[in-house]
């Protein structure tokens, strides 16, 4: 089956500029969890969303934010970008059935902001 | 103190040596995940494991509830297996993944 997608995989933008990030899961998963790694911070929690909820939300600012589609595709938002969220951003897509549990990555997308 | 700890942080090793990776954690969990990231960043899920070991080609996972500690060793390295791989707590009430800082493993031939 296909694995998740990201799109798009590399971005530039200025600051003050806002960026939307998509996710496409696996098919059959309906958990989608955004990341962030930085050089500095590492791999950093954004949220996750659970059949267009989000279920929780990691330590970032208000600007950051997502949302999910019927269909479990999923979008993350940046607002008034600043130089600090240049990075690299990860989503995953995850089925939990009984004890059994798996997750995926995607590739991931750059942003870059000048 | 981070919640959870990767050591050692940077590894380099000959060709076919037998690799050991340790993680430590401090916070309650579901289970533990342990991930590899090539250069370029993509990231592959090796394994999660909640209890006991697994085993995958080379890879060996194991865990100890009771200590809050995990070790991937990787037996018979070879230079492609030169990574970040990182460990991560998983916490099934809330999907959130706390990350450990990673093990740069560079193998020489």
């Known amino acids: 089956k296909a694995g998740v997608t990201q799109t798009p995989r590399y971005l530039i933008k200025t600051r003050g500029q806002q960026v939307t990030l998509s996710c496409s899961p696996i098919s059959g998963h309906r958990s989608v969890s955004w990341y962030q790694q930085t050089p500095g911070q590492g791999l950093q929690f954004l949220f996750e969303?659970?059949?267009?909820?989000?279920?929780n939300k990691g330590n970032f600012p208000g600007r950051f934010s997502g949302r999910q589609f019927s269909n479990s595709r999923s979008e993350m938002n940046v607002s008034t970008l600043e130089l600090g969220d240049s990075a690299l951003y990860l989503c995953?897509?995850?089925?939990?059935?009984?004890?059994?549990?798996?997750?995926?990555f995607g590739p991931g997308t750059r942003l870059t902001v000048t | 103190k981070n919640e959870v700890e990767q050591s050692p942080q940077n590894l380099t090793a000959q060709e076919g040596e037998f690799i050991t990776i340790n993680c430590s954690y401090s916070?309650?969990?579901?289970?533990l995940h342990w991930l590899q990231q090539h250069p370029g960043g993509g990231i592959v899920s090796l394994f999660m494991l909640s209890s006991g070991k697994k085993k995958h080609g080379r890879l060996i996972a194991t865990i100890n509830i009771q200590e809050k500690h995990s070790s991937l060793h990787i037996t018979a390295s070879h230079p492609r297996d030169s990574a970040v791989y990182i460990c991560?707590?998983?916490?099934?009430?809330?999907?959130?993944?706390?990350f450990g800082t990673g093990t740069r493993l560079t193998i020489i031939p």
């Open positions: 991560a707590a998983l916490n099934f009430g809330n999907e959130k993944l706390t």
């Open positions: 969303y659970f059949s267009e909820t989000q279920r």
């Open positions: 995953a897509s995850s089925l939990a059935l009984g004890t059994t549990y798996e997750q995926y």
């Open positions: 916070v309650g969990i579901s289970a």
